[in-house]
C-alpha cells in the first residue's frame, strides 16, 4: 500500500470542514487520507495554556490509528495554516513540550498549506506555536528521509476596515507582520 494522507486544520477550524480535501486528494492520489479530529476548543485551550500538546496527541493517536488501520507505515502530513506549523512540532528531533513524538521515524512528507512559519519579523512572532516551532525547529525538518513543501497562495486581503473576512484576516494575520491590504 502507498502512504496514508493526514490532514491536520488550521486554528479554531472544525475538522468535517477537511473532509472535502481529504476525499481530493484521495482521489487525486489514490492513497488513503483522513483528518485529524480537531474542534475549537482544543484550539482555544492550547492558546490559553500556551501549550499544544493535547493537539499533538490527537495528531499522533490519528497517526497511529492510520498505521493500524489503514496497514500503512508511511505518512505524508498536510498541515493547513496552524496545522502546518503543529506538524512541524510532530516531526521534530527535540521533546516540545516535554514530550518525544515519533513524528521524524513515520513521515515521508511534510506539505504545509498557507502556514504561519515566520513574520517579517523574523521568527520570534509573538504568537507562541511558531515561536515554539521556529526555537525548536527552525526550517525545514533535519531529517532527512522527510521531504517537505510549504504553500502559499493568495486567497484574502488584510484589512482592518474591510468586510468581515478581511478583517478576520487582518487579525489573524497581525503576529505576523501584516499591513493593511497584505494577502
Not at 526550517?139 to 478576520?168: D, F, L, M, T
Request: contains cysteine; charged residues 20%; hydrophobic residues 40%.
Amino acid at each position: 500500500m502507498g502512504a496514508a494522507i493526514i490532514v491536520v486544520g488550521g486554528f479554531n477550524s472544525i475538522w468535517p470542514v477537511y473532509l472535502r480535501l481529504a476525499r481530493h486528494l484521495e482521489d487525486l492520489t489514490g492513497n488513503p487520507c483522513v483528518a485529524v479530529p480537531l474542534m475549537p476548543h482544543q484550539w482555544q485551550q492550547a492558546a490559553r495554556q500556551q501549550d499544544a500538546t493535547t493537539i499533538l496527541e490527537r495528531l499522533e493517536r490519528t497517526v497511529a490509528w492510520a498505521g493500524r488501520r489503514l496497514g500503512t507505515e508511511r505518512i505524508v502530513l498536510v498541515g493547513h495554516s496552524a496545522g502546518g506549523v503543529i506538524c512541524r512540532l510532530y516531526v521534530c528531533d527535540l521533546p516540545v513540550w516535554g514530550q518525544q513524538y515519533a513524528g521524524r521515524c513515520q513521515v515521508n512528507w511534510l506539505i504545509t498549506l498557507g502556514s504561519p512559519h515566520c513574520s517579517e519579523r523574523g521568527t520570534e512572532t509573538g504568537w507562541f506555536l511558531t515561536d515554539e516551532a521556529n526555537r525548536l525547529a527552525p526550517g525545514a525538518p533535519r531529517e532527512v528521509r522527510i521531504r517537505c513543501r510549504a504553500i502559499a497562495g493568495k486567497s484574502v486581503a488584510s484589512r482592518q476596515e474591510g468586510n468581515w473576512g478581511e478583517r478576520r484576516a487582518y487579525h489573524s494575520y497581525r503576529f505576523f507582520g501584516a499591513q493593511p491590504q497584505d494577502w
